[in-house]
Each structure stands twice: as C-alpha cells, then as structure tokens.
C-alpha cells in the first residue's frame, strides 16, 4: 500500500491502483490508471512514463519477434524515458524503476552494455539503499529488483561473460530466499524470479555437464560455484515454481528467457550427471537423498514434457521425447548398478525403480509413432525385471517394426525416420538372443534360432566378406578365419559386427544342447565355433573379450576340444587388467600366489571370471589333474573373498550385499566342483566331513532372502547330521531337527603309501549319475588294484576303520590340498611311461585282459601329489551296478584292447559320430592379451521377485541336499543319506505348494520350468526319487529301485539318471536266467504266444520259436523298453553327451545281437569318457 504524506487520498488511491496492475500483469489498465495518477499527482512523471513504457515493451515482447525490435519506434522512447529519470530528484523509488525499465528496453532492443550501464553495480544492495532513503513504498520495486539482476545476467551472457551472470544471478538468492510471503503471491513477481532462477539453473547446468569429467574440478573451491551450492539455484526454482501458468505468462519477454520445460530439463541434466559420475558429497548427504530428489524431478519434467508435446505425424519424429527416454535409461542403468544399494533407491527398491521406469516409456511411446528406441528400451527393462514374456513381446514388435522399415528404404530408397540404425539393430537382437538362451526354456531358445536367422540376413549385407566355405570339421575353422581377408561395411562399427556374430553363436550353441536332430547338432556346434571365432577375428571384433572367449571354450569343451577349450580360456583369463595380480592362481603357471582380491570389479565381469575359473577346473579335471583343478576353484573364489566367505568372515558380503542371484549360485556351483574335487582325492568320507561348509556359505549367500528359508546364525558352520556320527551336526541351526546329543567320530586312518586315488566322480545329482564299469589301473610291477564300480570317484582304499577322520581344525578343501603339496610325495612305482589300464566292465562273459594307453605327455601335468599312473580313464557310474550272473572261465576275450588315446580317436566336430582317424589337433593361440573395453553391454541382471528368488534358491538348496545323499550313499552311510533325502523331499514340497498356491494344481504347472534354468517341480520330484532308487540299489532293493525309479519318470519322462537307472535293471533282468522249474505232467501243449520284436535285428532264438514262456516274454519286453527308451535319451538334448545312457545302450545293442552297433556305442563311450570332466559342463552355463 501506498502511503506518502505528500500525496492527496485520490493520488495514493490511484498510485496503488497501478502498483496493483503493473504487479498483476494487467497491462491493458495501464493508460487509464496513468492518466489518474497524472492528473492527481502531476509530480509523479517519471512513474507514469516508467509505467506506460513498460505496458509497450509488455505488448511488444507478445506479440513479436524480438528480431523486429530495430524496426519498431521502441528506441524513440529511450530519450524521454532518461529526461524523466534525469529530472526525478524527490522519489528516488521511481527513478530506479525507471533505470530498470530504460535497462530492459535496451536489452529487448539488442543493447546488452547500454542495459548494464543503465542498471546500478550492485543490484543485491539496491533493497537496503532505497531502505535507508526511505521505506519502500511500491511492491513493484521489489518485482524491479528482480527483474534488474535478470536483466543484468543476460546481458552479461550477451557478451560472453558467463562466470559474472552467474555470480550476478547467485548474487540474488539470499533476497529471494528471505522473501516476505505478502510478496509470495504475486504474479510478476513470481514470473520474474522464475525466470531469474531458469536462467541460473541453466548456467549451472551447463557448468556441470562441462566438469563431469573432471570431477576434482567441479567440486574444488576454486570453482565458479562452489560445490555445496551447485544445486541451490535448482531447489530454490523448485520452491517458487508454479504448475499453472497465470495470466501473466502471455505478456512476457521471451529475449534470453526459458521455459518452465527447459529450467527443470536442466535440474534433471544436472542431477542426472552427478548421479552418473558418481558424485555426491558435499552435494547429497547420500545416495538416498540424491535418488529420491532425481525421481521427483522426473516425475515433475515428464508431467510438463507430456503437456507440451503432442503426438506426431507418421512423416515426424518426437526427438524430444527419444533423447528424454534415453537419458531416463541411462540415469536407470547406473541406479541399477553396482555402486547402489537396494536401501538407497528408497521404498520398493529396484522393482519400484523399475516399474517406474516402464510407467514413463508407455507413456513415451503415446507421444511417438513406432518408435524402436523406445521399444528397446521397453524390452531392456522388462527383461531387467524379469518379466521376461512382456521382453519377448517386445523385442518381437520391434524386429518386426524395423524389418520393415528396412524393407521400405530398400524398395524406395528413402531412410526411413525414427529407426535405429544397424549397429544398433545388430546388439539389441544380439541381447534379445542373450536373453532367450540364458534365461528362457526351450520354446525361447527355439524362437533365438529364429532371430539368430535375422541376424544373419544382416550380417551377409552388411559383412560380405564373412561367407566361408563350408568347413569339414571345427578343426578347420581357426585358421580359415584368421588367414580370410575380411570386407567390413565402414558405416558399421566393428564391435557391433562382433556383437551380430557372437548372438549368432550364443544361439547355435543353445539349440545344439536341445535339439532332438543328432545330425543338426554337430552342424550347429560348428558354426557357434566359427561364429564366436569370428566375433573374435581382430578385424571385426576384440580379440580379447573375456565373454565371447569363455563362450567359445565352454562349446569346444561340449565338443571334446579339450585342449583347445584350456588354451582359450587361459586366454580368457588373461584378458583381465589385474592379470599379474589375481588371486588364487597365476594366468600362466596357475600357481598359488594370492595378491588382491577382485570384488572391485563390477558384477557382470566378476561373475565371468567366476565362470572363467570354473571352467578351467572342470577342464583340467577332464586331463585329471586334479590338484590344480582345485587351486583355479580357489582362484575361482577369491574374485569373492575367498576363505573370508568359507570360514566365517562375512566381511565382504556385509560390505557388497549387492551380489546378483546368479553370482550366489554360481559360487555355490564352484563350491561343488570343489567338494567332487576333494572327493576324487580324498574319497567319499572327507567329502562328508567338507560338506559343512557348502550348507555354510550357502546360509551366508542367500541370508538376504525375504521369507527366511534358513534359520541359521552366521557361525554355525557344521555337517549335515549323521546317524553314524559325522563330526559336527548342522541340524538344530540350519533344519531345525532334533540335535544329535553324542556325536561319535569316525576315523579314517589313510596311509600315503597305500592309496590310489579314485577316478573322477560326476557330482550333478542325480539326473547325471548313474551306474558304468570301472578302470583298473596297473603300475610298472604288475599289481592291480581294481576300483569299485561306483561313478568317478571310491573310496581310496578298504579302510581299517568305519569311522570316519576327525579333524583338529576347521581346515578347509583348499587347505588340506596345499598341506598335501607341502608334504613329501610319493614316489612312483611305475617302471615306464605308458599306462597299463584294465577296463572294468561287468561279468557278463564279454571282455577281459588290459588296454595299454600310451600317454607320455600326460605326466607333465602331475604336480606331484599322485602319480600319472594312478589315475585311469573315468568310465563309471554313480549308482551301484544292479547284481548280474558272473562271467564263466568261456568268456570271449575283451573286443576293446589296444584302444589307442581317445583324444586321437575323437571326432571332435560331431560328436554325434563314432571315432574317425586322428587329426592334427588346433594351434590356438594362448599369449595374453590387452584387455580392451568390453564390446557387450550386458543387460542387467534380471531381478526376481521375492516368490521367484525363493524358488531359486529352494531348487539350488533341493541340490545341495541330494549332493549329500550322494556323498553319503558312496561312504555306505544309508541311514544319512535317508535323512539328507527327507531334507530334499522337504524343499521339493516347498516349491510345489508354492506353485500350487500361485498359479494353481495341475499337471502343466508343475511340468512347466521357470524361467532362469529354473526346474520344473515334476523334476525335481524326479532327482528326489531318482537319487533315492540309487540308495536303494545300493541297499539291494532292487524292487523299490524300480518302483523308484518308475515314479520318477512319471513325473519327469526325459530324466537321464532314472531313465538309465531303470534301463540297467531291466536290462539286468533281462541277462538274469530264468529259474529252473518241475517239468509238469500233462497231455496238453501250452498254447502258443507270439512273441516281441521291437529290436530291429533279433537273434534267431528269440523269434523262430512259436511258443515263448511267459518269463521269456517279460525279459523281452524288459530289453525291448530299455532299448527304446535309451534310443530316445542319446538322441535328445539331455542325453546326446550321457557316457551312461551310450554304454546301456551298448550293452542293450549286444543283447540284441547288434555286435558292430555296440561296439560303435563303446567307442563313443570311451571318446565322451576321455573329454568327461569331474562335472557336466551345463554347471557353468
């Protein structure tokens, strides 16, 4: 209010009438309200003539263009405007509102030094020197000394002197922090500082993107802004910003201002960079404050992004609301990355962040037209949530969008706008690829072949240079392609060639593992090696990316390139940065030298290196050099922390809580190997003992879970509970049974001198253990000592007692290994450098006498903790063989002596096929190599939700318990193995009420699989029984084994270890003679039966009688089923590789008559048996 005592009551009525109109924007009552206040107070020229200039520039600056400003009459008001402010000596208030007016009437105009010069130095002190001269009796003056600092500011930018407006514009945040609420509410007051605050907003972005890189100096006290106060522009716009425009919105200068869209895209730039260059203090007090403040402002920006744009023509493109997505992604990834915690994205975590996420992208995609930038990103994050039926549907709209978008700029020759281009198109279907193959089920996989075929239509076009002769065999494919000169495309980057080749392999190598053609899989396991070799070539690709190198060793070792898969992921393993410097083993000589640690790494690299080191021990195993197979699974480890996660020290999960499901189950995964690995050297019993440290780190790993599956405290580190009395029980912690009270110990006194190790054992239980002959193995003077028949692993020897060893300490697998490599070793009774083996098949009258193996070179790998002699080729079984008729002194001799080394024998391109004259075998190259910035930015790790997680991690704690059985079924402890089996049947219960619960009882649910490799429950049930007919035929009950082994393929029909379970018990049926009974006195023949031929060639005494007994039939019927059903298995997905599903076929072959078929099937045997490694390759997929 207006009140000068100088001033009639009809002037001060009129002075506050205007001061009312000019602070509301009503610029149509200004010549009215002039002429009033001219009339009643004549003194006031300056302020009529300020007002009336304004109401012009008002008028002007809406309705024109600011470059027809020269040509207007704007200029002839600048003379009368500086007489009145010359002339006005008494009101001091309206000679500085006429200074600020002639100032924005010089900046409209395009005189940036003549509006500074009319402005006062210091515009922040102008309030306390009009307050000394008098009170300030015009609200307008306070809209002035805004509007003054944001004239000055521009007009300081005008002349490129940044660093100044915007100490010009901080300047004024004090004031405008202090504000008075009377002044709070007015419109130009309100539309002044908003567009002050816009203004100081973008200069502070654009000070933060500039320093991003250069974080020390962004946050250094020599910066233009200091660091605590790079925010403070944005949150004070944030506090006086107004969602509605007011009427005075429309009458504003538009010369060097913004709009409310722009000022908050540069709040959200700013933050969005702090955030993904990891800056935070002294800006944010944490991560927490600083996601929660970036999802308020993107709500805030999307809401006035969506307003503003509309939805385009099909010929247009919505850049805007593209770049937005893409920046919305990028500020997702990074908060779904490593560095932040679940507790710093605030309520929901990552599953809120993400739905998040996809609410914006939908409503993206109602502001574009086909848009394939944001259908990739709606399949990018679907997948991050496991949703992966809503990622497929995705990625099928936009293949399908761009294949014909791509179809039309073929036919017109006009780009099409708005798709992506090749390089894109060539990763995202290379991730779509990924996606199916490694988290989808077979229907997935089959549909990636079929995007694989789209992938390589584009390749050819895009890469004409990669057409290749067909090759004979994978031998053939390494040096092809590093010699073939290659034509890239120049407008396609070579990394996403290599990214187009290596989805092509990923998905070959996927439908190899599952197809039923046994001819296509061969085919198929050659171009992946091509494929990935290729992704490899240095003129396309890197030749050292770590994913695309573990990739190709993982499918040479399905293949039996045994050697060829060791050299590749040596290479692998070289690649990495801290090569000198890993933990655990050196990258060339895998020696025991412990550096650092590897946990800095992000997840999706550690976890590789996990895979890599995995890899390498099962691959070493396959050569049986068991002892550093065990130092890489403690390499393997220590990229974890190693001992401080196995003995007790949570340290590092306490400080990375963040590791992904499949980084847990992969180190569970080692741990097995390393348990199979310990039993190869140790036997059954210390495998036992060693267990308790498996269930151990499983509790610390998934402690995290929602709905506890463990009830267990951090240092009960003990065994599973044994009724024969193991050292330590794990009962009352981890299952909550009953606590053995007198726990008795067992020793095992093993003396070094009179111990032979066992040959490998398979540790997959149970679907991948199951019953095959033996080795025997000689030493230079004569003695053999002949394994029993157990699978890839026995006891070392007749120990002198049942009991088993009682460790002083809590040592671990890796701590004994290393003691045993301290100690002196053995010396070798061997007399000469070959191998005198015995193959221990069983009794049944066909093969005996020795198999010399020359293998030289085999000793080089012994470390000398056993000797090379002591270990045979693995062919065995896991499951005690069903009792036969023992062989007779007539007995044929053995048709497998002599076997050359079936590494020489092994047709390493089909594995399919039966032994072909040796090959040279592949010169690969295995010098280290620079690690180079990954070409494959991996989706991120899909995050189950809480049902999901559970269920992973009930089906991986279902197979630790049946590992248990296993161990305790070979160490003779059945009633153990009882109870580890009640355990599994537990969780197996668990899962399938769960199944029930969510998505109702029936057969196709519990027979359908969850998405990640997750078993079905049918499956489960089916290892449950399949495991448990196992004991029973160790026990002798071959009539509850059967009934076992029936169940379980009614739950699961493809089922290899009850499929090749059942077979031998029928084919042992069938070999079993049939009792001798009293000839009966009758006068009547019995009536005649036909008999079964469902073996294409049968013997003659088989079909040509007439009249067959009944028990005849029955052992028919049993051969016949155990034929058909092993057929079925070796020609599917799950059997093509099983060594025991061949040798049962074998044996059913030769009951058939079919001599030269099984002989062929042998001789696969020993080939998949030479390249067996401790464990199926499938653990480290």
Not at 760 to 766: D, F, G, I, Q, V
Not at 1125 to 1150: I, N, V
């Amino acid at each position: 209010m207006l009140s000068h005592h100088r001033e009639p009551e009809k002037a001060r009525h009129y002075l506050d009438l205007l001061d009312n109109a000019r602070c509301n924007g009503q610029w149509q009552e200004i010549p009215e309200l002039t002429r009033k206040v001219n009339k009643y107070s004549p003194q006031r020229q300056c302020l009529t003539l300020t007002a009336q200039t304004e109401s012009r520039l008002a008028e002007f600056s809406s309705t024109r263009p600011v470059t027809f400003a020269s040509s207007t009459g704007l200029s002839q008001m600048i003379p009368l405007l500086e007489a009145a402010i010359e002339e006005e000596k008494t009101f001091r208030e309206d000679a500085f509102q006429g200074n600020v007016c002639l100032a924005w009437l010089h900046r409209i105009i395009g005189e940036p030094s003549l509006a500074l010069s009319s402005l006062p130095t210091a515009i922040d002190q102008a309030p306390e020197s009009l307050e000394k001269e008098g009170a300030i009796t015009a609200k307008w003056t306070h809209v002035c000394i805004v509007k003054a600092t944001y004239i000055r500011g521009t007009s300081l930018e005008a002349e490129g002197r940044t660093r100044e407006a915007a100490r010009a514009y901080a300047s004024l945040l004090p004031y405008i922090s202090n504000l008075p609420t009377s002044l709070s509410g007015i419109p130009e007051h309100q539309h002044w500082t908003e567009k002050l605050l816009a203004r100081h907003c973008i200069l502070a972005s654009r000070h933060v993107t500039s320093n991003a890189e250069k974080p020390q100096e962004l946050l250094s006290t020599t910066s233009p802004i200091a660091p605590d106060s790079i925010l403070s522009p944005f949150r004070a716009y944030a506090k006086h910003y107004v969602p509605k425009k007011t009427s005075a919105d429309k009458a504003i200068a538009t010369d060097g201002g913004t709009s409310q869209a722009r000022a908050w895209k540069a709040y959200y730039d700013a933050i969005s960079v702090m955030a993904q260059h990891d800056i935070i203090q002294p800006v944010f007090r944490s991560r927490l404050q600083q996601g929660l403040e970036l999802k308020k402002i993107e709500a805030i920006y999307q809401n006035i992004l969506l307003k503003e744009v509309k939805f385009p023509r099909a010929d247009e493109v919505n850049s805007q609301i593209e770049s937005w997505v893409d920046q919305v992604m990028a500020n997702w990834r990074v908060m779904c990355g490593p560095r932040w915690l679940d507790e710093d994205l605030g309520p929901g975590g990552r599953d809120a962040l993400g739905a998040g996420v996809l609410d914006i992208l939908y409503k993206a995609a109602t502001r574009t037209f086909h848009s394939t930038r944001v259908l990739r990103h709606l399949f990018t994050v679907h997948a991050a949530l496991a949703e992966f039926k809503l990622a497929s549907k995705a990625l099928d709209t936009y293949l399908e969008i761009l294949t014909k978008g791509q179809a039309r700029l073929k036919k017109s020759g006009e780009a099409e706008i708005g798709l992506d281009d090749d390089a894109t198109a060539l990763a995202t279907a290379a991730a779509g690829i990924k996606m199916l193959c490694t988290y989808g089920r077979r229907k997935d996989a089959e549909k990636a072949l079929g995007i694989a075929g789209t992938v390589d239509k584009w390749l050819q076009e895009l890469h004409p240079g990669s057409s290749a002769e067909p090759v004979v065999s994978a031998d053939d494919v390494p040096q092809d392609l590093v010699d073939r000169q290659r034509i890239v495309n120049p407008c396609v980057p070579q990394k996403a060639l290599a990214l187009g080749y290596y989805g092509l392999g990923i998905s070959q190598a996927c439908w190899a593992r599952l197809t039923y053609d046994t001819s296509a899989r061969s085919a198929l396991q050659t171009q992946a090696i091509s494929n990935f070799r290729t992704a490899l070539d240095p003129d396309i690709g890197d030749a050292t990316e770590i994913e695309i190198l573990y990739s190709l060793a993982h499918v040479l070792a399905e293949t039996r390139d045994i050697d060829g898969a060791i050299s590749t992921v040596k290479r692998a393993l070289s690649t990495d940065t801290n090569a000198s410097k890993t933990n655990g083993i050196s990258r060339t000589d895998f020696a025991a030298d412990i550096v650092e640690d590897e946990s800095s790494l992000d997840p999706h690299r550690r976890e590789l290196l996990l895979r890599c080191w995995h890899l390498l021990a099962l691959l070493l195993s396959a050569r049986q050099n068991f002892s550093t197979a065990m130092t890489s699974c403690e390499a393997a480890l220590d990229v974890y922390g190693g001992k401080s996660i196995l003995y007790g020290d949570v340290k590092l999960l306490d400080s990375t809580p963040n590791l992904t499901l499949s980084e847990r189950k992969a180190i569970i995964e080692v741990k097995i190997t390393q348990l199979a690995l310990a039993e190869v050297i140790d036997g059954a019993e210390d495998a036992v003992n060693d267990s308790g440290e498996l269930l151990g780190l499983y509790t610390k790993l998934f402690k995290y879970s929602e709905k506890k599956i463990l009830k267990v405290q951090d240092d009960s580190l003990t065994p599973p509970p044994s009724a024969n009395g193991t050292t330590r029980s794990f009962r009352g912690s981890f299952l909550g049974l009953t606590k053995d009270t007198g726990l008795r110990s067992r020793k095992t006194e093993v003396k070094a001198e009179n111990t032979t190790p066992s040959s490998l054992r398979s540790y997959e239980s149970p679907d991948e253990s199951v019953r095959l002959p033996t080795i025997s193995v000689s030493g230079g003077d004569g003695s053999t000592v002949t394994q029993d028949a157990n699978h890839h692993a026995n006891f070392l020897s007749k120990h002198e007692s049942n009991k088993l060893r009682k460790r002083n300490s809590k040592k671990s697998v890796g701590s004994r290994r290393q003691s045993r490599a301290s100690s002196p070793t053995r010396p070798s009774t061997a007399t000469s450098t070959h191998r005198h083996l015995h193959l221990g098949l069983p009794h049944r009258g066909r093969h005996s006498g020795p198999i010399v193996v020359d293998d030289p070179d085999h000793a080089s790998q012994n470390n000398g903790t056993y000797d090379c002699n002591e270990v045979g080729v693995a062919i065995s079984h896991d499951m005690p063989s069903v009792p036969t008729t023992p062989a007779g002194p007539s007995d044929a001799p053995n048709a497998l002596q002599n076997i050359p080394s079936t590494t020489q024998n092994m047709n390493h391109c089909n594995p399919n096929t039966f032994p072909i004259s040796p090959k040279p075998p592949p010169s690969h190259n295995t010098q280290p190599q620079p690690r180079s910035p990954s070409i494959f930015a991996p989706l991120p790790e899909p995050h189950f939700s809480s049902a999901e997680q559970q269920r992973h991690a009930s089906t991986l704690l279902t197979k630790i318990w049946l590992l248990i059985a296993s161990l305790y079924r070979h160490a003779g402890m059945h009633v153990d193995a009882e109870g580890a089996l009640s355990e599994a049947k537990t969780h197996v219960q668990s899962i399938e009420t769960a199944i029930a619960t969510r998505d109702g009882s029936s057969a196709e649910h519990f027979a359908t699989p969850g998405y990640g490799k997750l078993k079905s429950s049918g499956e489960l049930w089916a290892d449950v029984l399949a495991e448990q007919a196992a004991l029973y035929v160790t026990m002798e009950n071959i009539d509850q084994a059967s009934a076992a082994y029936e169940t379980a393929l009614g739950h699961y029909p493809d089922h290899v270890a009850a499929t090749v379970g059942l077979c031998n018990i029928l084919l042992a049926a069938y070999s079993k003679p049939p009792p001798e009974k009293p000839i009966p006195v009758t006068a009547e023949e019995p009536k005649p039966t036909p008999t079964l031929a469902s073996l294409p060639s049968l013997t003659t005494q088989d079909t040509t009688n007439r009249s067959t007994p009944p028990d005849i039939l029955s052992r028919l019927a049993a051969r016949d089923r155990a034929y058909g059903l092993l057929s079925a298995l070796t020609k599917s997905g799950r059997g093509w590789d099983c060594s025991e599903a061949w040798y049962a076929l074998a044996e059913a072959y030769e009951k058939g008559g079919q001599i030269e078929k099984a002989k062929e099937a042998l001789w696969w045997v020993v080939d998949l048996e030479e390249g067996r490694a401790v464990r199926h390759w499938s653990c480290v997929v």
